[in-house]
């Protein structure tokens, strides 16, 4: 493939997944925009300050050939294939994301009992693993290990390369010893015996970030053998929440809940504090939100100061 062709501002948070909180984005598709048409409004962490306007999603969450393989002179190797793979996934995110919304909007199925089919559960379970893997945080922890590992055995676009087949398990048929499945299993396994929780916003207040999932282990070492609380926003009015530990006691097993100002304060609060560097939202926040997200950016700035004095 030229690459000319190639797709080179490649996103680490889909525009599809995106478009859920966009002031423009609407259940119903004889609403729906053009694709290129839908804005979302930004909250800069750390300066305190929301853009008045928002901004187009194909602007936001990108990196220059962030997925691509290449050789040693800079050529790259089967161009746009994990790109191609993401386009997949996030067809099937968009499937699955209207089955949602065609059935958390009828009162009745909050007395259902196993709300999520077992189909869908492994869905999201496996699509919060895959965003995780693809994020370029992620990406590049792994780099960082290829390359204390084999440092005098490869090229640094070869341990670049490897990085990017390890973290995004598409390149070949995953073998339960190969490292691919260890970092899959390492997110995944944690997760598989959570109870599942699907909240829903009737005022279209959930908030995301550049860092989609919120994960909270309660315990220090990684990798542990359940997380305590996982919160995954699926759009401006759905949310996923799961609960591990002691919280499996409190919850029930697959549910569907209405979201309150308590739940709508926690997504906040987890969504911010997980965040890389921005939050994105379908609205300018409230007095309550900036309240919210000051206590957490607090927080944030003592963690860095206790780090620096460490």
Not at 34 to 50: A, W
Request: aromatic share 14%; hydrophobic share 35%; charged share 30%.
């Amino acid at each position: 493939m030229s690459s000319n062709n190639i797709t080179r501002k490649q996103h680490y948070v889909p525009q599809v997944y995106l478009r859920g909180f966009s002031p423009e984005y609407s259940r119903k598709k004889e609403l729906r925009y053009p694709t290129e048409k839908y804005t979302i409004y930004c909250y800069k962490l750390g300066e305190k300050d929301q853009l008045k306007r928002a901004i187009p999603i194909k602007s936001i969450c990108y990196e220059k050939d962030l997925y691509e393989l290449q050789d040693d002179s800079g050529q790259f190797i089967i161009g746009n294939y994990f790109e191609h793979c993401f386009a997949e996934l996030e067809r099937m995110f968009g499937e699955y994301r209207r089955k949602l919304e065609a059935k958390a909007f009828i009162k009745d199925n909050l007395k259902i009992k196993c709300f999520l089919t077992k189909d869908e559960k492994v869905f999201w379970t496996t699509y919060i693993v895959l965003q995780i893997l693809r994020s370029p945080q992620v990406i590049q922890n792994v780099e960082d290990e290829c390359r204390t590992t084999w440092k005098n055995e490869l090229s640094d676009m070869q341990i670049r390369n490897l990085a990017r087949q390890v973290s995004l398990p598409f390149s070949k048929e995953i073998d339960e010893n190969t490292k691919e499945a260890y970092l899959f299993q390492t997110f995944w396994c944690p997760m598989r015996n959570m109870s599942l929780g699907v909240g829903v916003d009737l005022e279209r207040r959930i908030i995301t970030s550049d860092k989609t999932v919120f994960i909270y282990s309660g315990v220090d070492e990684f990798p542990c053998e359940e997380y305590e609380r996982v919160i995954f926003p699926i759009s401006a009015e759905i949310c996923l929440f799961m609960f591990g530990r002691e919280d499996k006691k409190i919850y029930d097993k697959n549910f569907l809940f209405q979201i309150d100002e308590n739940n709508r304060e926690e997504i906040v609060k987890s969504i911010s504090s997980s965040a890389f560097e921005k939050i994105y939202s379908n609205h300018l926040f409230n007095e309550e939100e900036t309240r919210y997200i000051n206590e957490v950016e607090k927080d944030r700035q003592e963690d860095v100061k206790s780090h620096a004095v460490l």
